[in-house]
């Protein structure tokens, strides 16, 4: 059977070309280095073992005159198969600055609200005080009220006292009439009303209208030595000043 011929090894071909390069150096040039990858050798599929092992001994026999190239052989690095297993989970970062500005916007809020809490707060505060003041001016008001329309009904009653104390004086206050006086005079004390001034009182120009004066070895001081009229008051309000005649000391 007749053998075909081969094709013509690309790599031995390049050998010759390449001691024609080295042949041309001259002999003082530093030697060159061929770096040959083995895989590509071993992995072309158009060439026999024959062949590749023939091509290497013609590139490694050095041609005369020319300077012996050295050949570094890159070995094949097999890539590192994954290891199986779960995948590795990387520990959690300690949180930096970065990580922690978020929460700033939830402190700015916080402190927000709080801000209008004590602002709320302090509202009430007043509001409260307000209506405790406006409770007691309003009960104040309202007695003061009810005061006034009391002294101005007992005022208006001041001249019948009168004329009861002077129907006393002349001795006509009896009977069923001095009764309904005296049940008079007691209910006008239950609502407050008070008679002041009788003789022997020291005289008091806030409370006593003095209409005579005269002195006597009998006094130390003013003194209300006649009472004309009595005086009343309300509570401490006056009503009606006493009229006295006053004797002072010599």
Do not use: W
């Not at 005159?65 to 989970?89: K, N």
């Not at 916007?105 to 405790?132: C, I, K, M, N």
């Not at 009764?179 to 008679?195: D, F, M």
Request: proline letters at 7%.
């Amino acid at each position: 059977m007749t053998e075909k011929p081969r094709a013509a090894d690309p790599g031995a071909a390049g050998s010759a070309p390449g001691g024609s390069a080295g042949g041309e150096q001259g002999a003082g040039e530093e030697p060159r280095v061929v770096i040959r990858d083995k895989r590509k050798i071993g992995k072309t599929g158009d060439r026999t073992s024959a062949a590749a092992a023939a091509a290497d001994a013609a590139a490694d026999v050095p041609a005369e005159g020319l300077v012996e190239e050295t050949e570094v052989v890159v070995d094949e690095i097999e890539a590192e198969a994954p290891i199986s297993g779960p995948p590795v989970v990387d520990a959690p970062a300690e949180p930096t600055e970065e990580s922690a500005q978020p929460e700033a916007p939830l402190g700015a809020e916080l402190e927000a609200v709080r801000s209008e809490l004590d602002e709320r707060t302090r509202d009430l505060q007043r509001v409260t005080a307000e209506y405790a003041n406006y409770r007691k001016r309003v009960d104040r008001d309202r007695g003061l009220v009810q005061e006034q329309a009391t002294g101005a009904v007992l005022t208006a009653l001041l001249p019948i006292l009168d004329d009861l104390d002077r129907a006393r004086e002349h001795g006509d206050l009896v009977g069923g009439f001095g009764s309904v006086a005296e049940q008079l005079i007691t209910t006008l004390g239950k609502l407050g009303l008070a008679a002041f001034g009788e003789q022997g009182d020291p005289f008091d120009p806030t409370r006593h209208e003095a209409v005579a004066h005269q002195t006597s070895a009998d006094v130390t001081e003013p003194t209300c030595v006649q009472v004309m009229r009595r005086g009343y008051q309300l509570g401490d309000r006056l009503l009606r000043p006493a009229m006295v005649a006053v004797a002072d000391p010599e």
